[in-house]
């Protein structure tokens, strides 16, 4: 027993604890301050001015509402299934944190000692499947708890997220499909390798890309597809008897889910931490600042794709189910089909 | 690890199913007793393969591959035997308003 | 008919609220670490009250201009409008209640998750304003407390901000252990609530 | 002790114990969540036989996939009471018997193979990764695959014809 | 065009005499009939390719309480949107027997704002597919817009006329009822001033 | 068709760019996004506040004259004119020598409004035959209980233009001039 | 001595899923401490009726949980085989270059038989979800 | 082997549908209305509606209150657009004690019922955006319903509940500041207004979820009653204004938009299409006002000193003006006896005041044609067939006021 611990290699799990812990810690900023950002960004798409009480420009409202929920009560429902009602918001939480596994960050960072430390946490060759996986766990959580709180709004808004979530991770997936003909590798590291040298998959993949977004926007549920919680419909949905910090997992994962989207979005179609138009490597920067610059692309990009969500948000009607429905099963499958049988073909002539 | 630890492992879950064929009477669970079984051939598969691969190394860098793929098809069809048998519990379900074998059993006569 | 006076500036002194009546006994002994809890969240909690606007009549119709850009009730970090009592901080009842609908003002009060405030927005939710009929219920205070009231009919936007600021005060000073304590306990039952 | 091991024993008991409550949950609904955590024990056990595609797809054809449809089916049908009655002692005690004789046999009968000294290779190996299976899949497996599209069409006519009919 | 007068006159040839009160009060045709005749008549004005009164505007009651036998009335717009003429249709009913027909079957629209003249004064609109309260709750025993019924609520626990201006019947504000104490806690922790 | 006026509304079948979704959400979203740039309108309420017009109805006042006196004359035709029932009042007799309080030989002893009952109407400024009671340009504050909302004699009345001259000042703001 | 990565980890081998594993624990380790902690705080005063579900308002009776259209399930099943042939994509598509027009050929086929079933489904209605 | 066998739920045998009670405190009621949806899937089968949540007895009281107070009421009637009604009721008044009032008084009215007319409109159709998920055209036009209420407020000192106008005119006469208020409503909000339609008009998301959604028929819309925009959607164009003209609304050229299939979509459309033809008679309406020259413009009231307050100035002097004063505060003022049915077309449709009178100071009946009351009969009908979010979307497109509705 002993042996096994001192041959685990402690630093490995140290370096890969704190970039976890990093990951995480960031995806909470990152999902708390895309709330304040939601709510800024509708005032302001709106006219009005959004929060600014708390704190200096309304800084702070993140933190107000985390310890609101925090100190709020708990209930749960009598007629509910107790575990199972912990358990759903949990799940979605859960699931959500664990998405970000694969996502190359920056570029790996070397120490003086030469170890190159890359800014991943996991790469593995499953890659971007992986993220599919999860993704696809990720139903759990509205459809265990909706059914758990025994409120027909609830049901019904878990039976609909479940659907729409399972049916928009085909054409997703699809989608990407055409991607990895580009790459030939799962790996997200090889991904972004392959967009710094070939350009970005943008470029090649346009309609793969609109796909893929519109169903990013289905599996977070944002609007126009954001059914399971219609508030002027289900009066939100599967979270209706949700109250305190079970509330803020589900709100969270929400916004959890907006960030690795858009991240995973960043990474398969803009190139991840690539610098466009420019060639980084030959600035002879040392490798902090390398990484640093690189995340900081990475997360202007992200920030740019949270933008466009809350922005569409606020602008168009949400489907009806069966519109819905039509869209992902008649509309995205066949045209992410044929996407992709034309991407292949038209690699392999060129290839010829 | 020793292979006989996966044949074990496997066994135990596969009876674990059985038991549960045989005991339950929800044809739902029933139904998810034969997919724990079949997980347990696949696990089973799996890690022959990697046992054969072991052997063979150097002859055949692809050996055991076979296997691999062999637990991929069988994933494929329980995926398409879940449907379709599922459906036709709904049918069931649907029609006699009852998802117990037993009285499905009573039904034939 | 020109106004021989424009304002009315006499302050008239604000009642006693019925929230502050119930400092839980042993308050004054609270260590300097509960009270900077108390303080934080406090603070925490006053700017973010999601109300659940019970609207029912024309001074929902306000309440819609003070949600809206002129207004903005978001400034106060109160945007989040939502009709499941789980999730609310801020029962705001808003125009008329009718006998038909007292249980279910209580109702949604009831169901509300803890810490919880009442805003009776309107001559008809604090006391029937002119509908003093038959079928209208005089005030929502004969069935749930009521811990602010906003005079007018409909109250101006300014004049519902300026009772969610009441509210704010009232949150922002409330003890952690207020709701646990006995005197609570004793306001509800005086309403018939567990 | 090695790492390894310790991860296989850990999966292991949780496989077989989620694996028994999935037959003794009375709610079928726990027993669909018990069988989710078997599947990722067992998931556990291809990646740590370095069967990576395996792994990921097991998850999401049985995790993500085959289980949301079994809940799916329980939700609708409210099936979450516990409201099979217990089937007959004897009978069940049968079963169980057989179960345990079926095990009994079973492990007897390999108890003395010379299967035992084999070792599975943990950790290491490329035939897992999803490029080898894909070149075997699509040189050597090319029918298989066509015969399984066949088979998913026929699927879901089954499916379609069996589910549609009013 | 449609006159009043025409219409009166296809009323008097088909009805006779059982159309009676012919009135014009600022300009709407005005008349009443029998109650067993409220579906002949709308019936016929329905039908009749002349006068067509194919629109049910309103419908209410009244309650005349001195006329005595017949201290219920119901009263009907129509409207004939062709020729742009509407009338008016009474029908009166005894308060101790208000059995109407109902016209539900012509007018769907009919249906609540027959459930509402019941709720307000209890008709018995005799064939209406679902004669209950609609405004009211259910549990109320008696029908609020008779006259004989007070408007104000009744079971006020808070009515206090210091407070709600409701002078004693001489003066104003002379009579001083207890004080609302509903606000117990109020009243108890009034020392202490809330800041403000 | 009743009228000669009728005009169908254009309901037209959709455009195939129409039918793509996208170009019309593009468009949407730009209209959103050019909004962004636009000034905001909302009012900082409490630090700004939003000029009422001279003629909004709000708190009541009660007018004094010139001198200070009070013009209410208790003859309760406010109090008739009420169609909530919020005003209270009691007559008395102007004694000798309080001339320099009340205008008229009657003066209300208690005066009482009830806030939370008055629907801010204007009959009751309308009614008045006294040149005495007028809603203001303030909004009635909330408040925490209910007695918060009986406005007495004292409330109401505004400053005295002799004995405390600014805050009568202050009351007049800019003098409304406008009908 | 301190050297931070020894070995590195090789994405083809199983201990690169570690990583992953201990992003789990942390995951679930957080979820679960959170839970925990807000479960004390924040104040509790149960009562029935705050137990109750909500229900609009009105007091909610009997159970919500009824059965539920059980056409919904389609969807589920449909998606159980679609997502299998999708699966069936992700080998080629890393496999694809080399294999050519060959592996072009048997995938097309494979997709022309996905087509089919789309098709019937589409035809048979099974994708109507207005009724 | 044993007879049991699992038990099924509660009533699953024949029944395969869910109850669900939607409202009263569920964000697409406006938290007024119960629907109880028997729902078939997402498919609605049938529907039962619960109203009197605020039902605030306003014919009963209307029989306490002396003629001048009864504008408090109407103004609580259809909140939204709370001028029309005040005005429909004064001219029911001007009609029972036969005031004719002078043209400027007409034209005045006309603006303020089509500023209310294009505030009801335009709530209306926001909240249906609102409904459909897209909350920002809302706020939008909000601002300009902001506008509405400050010449609201400019006219008569309130924003919402206006109580606005006399029997026999105005309160007082309109201020520059008004008109400049409304120059500046005329110039702006036609361009907010396309912006709006812009949102949603074309969008195929709003298109489809309020196509063929809560559709009826010209025929069932006449049956159930229907008026105003719902009944135009439906194809036929009736319209009060322009059958039974009132406050000279003959003198007004404007077009009665019709739609076609009675749709949520036509609703939508049609109210949209109404606020351009408010715009343009609003436009007429201010040229003509601005044709009063002089003392005309100062004529914001008919001349009836026994219905009508004297000025102030000459309550506090004149003998003879208090007297009246005083009767028409009282209520003593000679009431002929009669019947009247006046009507005006209010935002939701034809608004009716049937008032008998008994020469008492209050009236002996007062009846209201509440329109919203009338047509959400209908709702089962529209709804029947249809999905849950249609439900919802029908519900704001027939623009229900609770407060109309309940009375
Ligand atoms: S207080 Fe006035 S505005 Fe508010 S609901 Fe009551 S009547 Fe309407
Ligand atoms: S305020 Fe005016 S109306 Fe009222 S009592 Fe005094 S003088 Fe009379
Ligand atoms: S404003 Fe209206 S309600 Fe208020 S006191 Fe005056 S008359 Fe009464």
Sequence with gaps: MIMTLIAVDWWLILEKGVLIGGIIGLSFFIAMYTTYAERKVAAWLQDRRGPNRAGPFGILQPLADGGKLFFKEEIIPLASNRFLFILGPALAMITALLTSTVIPWATPFVTKGGSVIPMQVADVDMGILLVFSIVSVGVYGIMIGGWASNNKFSLIAAIRGASQMVSYELPMGLALIAVLFLTGSLKMSEIVTNQVQHGWHIIYQPLGFLIFFICALAECNRTPFDLPEAENELNFGYHQEYSSMKLGFYLFAEYINMFISSAVMVTLYFGGYDIPFVNETSWGLNSFWMSFLSFSVIMTKIAFFLFVFLWIRWTIPRFRYDQLMNLGWKKLIPLALVNMIITAAVILLLNK | MPINYYIFLSIALFAIGIVGVLTRRNAIIIFMCIELMLNAVNLLLVAFSKMHHLNNAVADVTAGTDGQLFVFFIMVVAAAEVSVGLAIIVMMYRNIHSVDVNFLNRLKH | ?194 | MSITQILFWFLSVVALFSALMVISSKNPIYSVLWLIVTFFSISGHYILLNAQFLAIVNIIVYAGAIMVLFLFVIMLMNLNKETEPPKNRWLKMAGAVAGGCLLLVLVAALKDTDIKQQHALVNEGNIGLIKNLGKELFTTYVVPFEISSILFLSAMVGAVVIGKKE | MLTNEHIKQRLKEKFAEQVTGFEEPYGMLTFEAPKELNLKVLNFLYDDEELRFRFLTTLGGVHYPANKGRELAVVYHLHNLADNVRIRFKVFTDINLPDIYTATGLFSAANWMERETYDFYGFNFVGHPNLKRILNVEEMDYFPMRKEFPLEDQSRVDKDDEMFGRGGSAGFGTDTREEDNRNSVTAESEKDDAPG | MLTQRAKQVDRKPMTFLESIYLWNILKGMGITISHLFKKKVTINYPEQTRSFSKVWRGLHVLNRDEAGRENCTACGLCAVACPAEAITMEAAERLPGEEHLYREEKYAAKYEINMLRCIFCGLCEEACPKDAIYLSQSIAPANYGRKGFIYKKEDLLIPHPKEEPEAYQKALGEKATIN | MIHLLQTGLNSADSSSYLPVGIQVIFAVGLVAFLTFLTHFLGPKRKTADKLQNFASGIESHGDARQPMAIKYFLTAILFVLFDVEVIFFYPYAVNFKGLGWDGFWAVAMFVGFFLCGFIYIVKRGALKWED | MSEQHIKLPEGSIEKTTTTLNLGPTHPATHGVMQNILELDGERIVSTEQTIGYIHRAFEKIAERRPLYQITTLTDRMNYCSSPINNMGWHITCEKLLGIKTPKRVDYLRVIMMELARISDHLICNSIVGVDAGAYTGFLYVMQYRELIYEIYEEVCGARLTTNMGRIGGFERNFNDIAFQKLEKFLKEYPKVLKEFENLFQRNRIFMDRTRNTGAISAERALNYGFTGPNLRAAGVDYDVRVHTPYSSYEDFDFNIPVGTTGDNYDRWLVRGKEMWESLSILEQAYRKVQEFKGAEAEVFHADAPAYYLPEKEDVYTKMEALIYHFKIVMGETEIPKGEVYQSVEGGNGELGFYLISDGGRTPYRLHFRRPCFIYYQAFEELTKGGMLSDAIMTMSSLNLIAGEMDS
């Design chain 3, 1 to 194: 008919m020109a106004r021989p006076v424009s304002y009315n500036l006499i302050k008239k002194p604000l009642e006693a609220d019925i929230s502050m009546a119930d400092m839980p006994e042993g308050s004054m002994g609270e260590g300097f670490f509960a009270t900077r809890l108390n303080n934080i969240i406090g603070l925490a909690r006053k700017n973010s009250i999601w109300p659940l606007p019970f609207a029912t009549s024309c001074c929902g119709i306000e309440f819609m201009a003070t949600m809206g850009s002129h207004y903005d009730l978001a400034r106060f970090g109160s945007e989040r409008v939502g009709f499941s009592p789980r999730q609310c901080d801020l029962l705001m009842v808003m125009g008329t209640i009718a006998k038909k609908m007292g249980p279910v003002v209580k109702q949604v009060y009831l169901q509300m998750a803890e810490p919880r405030w009442v805003v009776a927005v309107g001559a008809c939710a604090s006391s029937g304003g002119i509908f003093d009929t038959y079928s209208v219920l005089q005030g929502i205070d004969q069935v749930v407390p009521v811990d602010v009231y906003v005079p007018g009919c409909p109250p101006r936007p300014e004049a519902i901000i300026d009772g969610v600021m009441r509210i704010q005060d009232l949150v922002g000073k409330e003890s952690l252990r207020r709701r646990n304590g006995n005197q609570y306990k004793a306001l509800l039952e005086s309403y018939g609530i567990q």
